[in-house]
């Protein structure tokens, strides 16, 4: 079991060789909406989708923060 955690965190956040974002960024995207910018607004400035920023929002992406 313990091995299956390592290689999970070695994967996930920007440890991810696919993710768009560091942990920088998500911190900023979170910040951003926190302050009431709006979801489209943060995906144009990120360049990706709105889905994108809203499943961040819930936490069902880039949960380990």
Not at 28 to 33: E, K, R, S
Not at 51 to 56: C, E
């Amino acid at each position: 079991v313990k091995r299956t955690e390592e290689v999970k965190l070695k994967t996930t956040g920007e440890n991810n060789p696919n993710s768009k974002f560091t942990n920088e960024d998500i911190k900023n995207i979170l910040f951003l909406l926190k302050q009431g910018v709006m979801i489209k607004d943060v995906s144009e400035k990120y360049n990706c989708n709105r889905n994108t920023i809203a499943r961040i929002k819930s936490n069902k992406t880039y949960k380990n923060r």
